[in-house]
């Protein structure tokens, strides 16, 4: 599927990284070459209807996936070689599928990672949802994610969730963490998820990802929403 592929990422332009970012950052993380594409709120209404569209059959393309682009119209969408996936998790295990890395070697360190993948898109999900019920999240939901994810991720040893191996659900945590920032989420310098969020904010390719994104990124102003 990726090897001498043309890949697209579709995301809606926005100050945070989102769920598109984590594909962005898995993509530069695996030196997979893509090319991203950034849509504006105000391109954003037609675009989804052109996602959800029926895809163009390929000559010689064999898929046993439906043709159709992205039934739901979200992002992140990827397209490859004429053939789309869409949604964030899915697209992250999809490809750490096709590397044969970023996931566990043993069904229960698969298990592992899929299980603090859901707590991460939850909390990515809550984090959203903050927007109309700030206090409750402050208070009672975001720490009870902090402290699930990491459980999970001091009782490996670190720094990441399979102790010297990145993951996917790495990916994850490092991208809601980014977006909240550690001070925020009151996650200590010295604790596991913090160590977790350096070392993998300091991957050479992340960082030269997250450091493009910071320069071309628009303003809270800009998208109108309020600085956190």
């Given at each position: 599927m990726l090897r001498n592929s043309t890949i697209n990422l579709y995301k809606i332009a926005g100050p945070f990284l989102s769920r598109a970012g984590n594909v962005g950052i898995f993509l530069a993380d695996a030196n997979i070459p893509f090319k991203e594409h950034h849509i504006s709120r105000a391109e954003w209404l037609a675009a989804r209807k052109q996602f959800q569209t029926t895809a163009v059959k390929h000559a010689g393309h064999?898929?046993?996936l439906p043709s159709v682009r992205n039934p739901f119209g979200s992002t992140p969408t990827i397209e490859v070689n004429g053939q789309w996936y869409a949604h964030t998790t899915p697209i992250l295990r999809l490809i750490a599928r096709e590397l044969?890395?970023?996931?566990?070697?043993?069904n229960e360190e698969k298990y592992l990672v899929d299980a603090v993948a859901d707590i991460t898109a939850d909390w990515r999900a809550a984090w959203i949802d903050m927007l109309f019920s700030k206090d409750r999240y402050i208070q009672k939901s975001r720490p009870r994610f902090v402290d699930a994810c990491q459980a999970y991720v001091q009782s490996r040893g670190g720094p990441y969730l399979l102790g010297d191996r990145i993951s996917y659900a790495d990916i994850l945590m490092y991208g809601v963490i980014y977006d909240e920032t550690p001070?925020?989420?009151?996650i200590g310098e010295h604790t596991p998820l913090h160590q977790l969020y350096r070392a993998v904010g300091e991957r050479p390719r992340i960082k030269?990802?997250?450091?493009?994104?910071e320069a071309t990124k628009p303003s809270c102003a800009?998208?109108?929403?309020?600085?956190?």
């Open positions: 064999n898929s046993s044969g890395r970023y996931d566990g070697k043993s001070a925020l989420c009151q030269a990802y997250i450091e493009r994104w800009e998208y109108g929403v309020v600085p956190k």
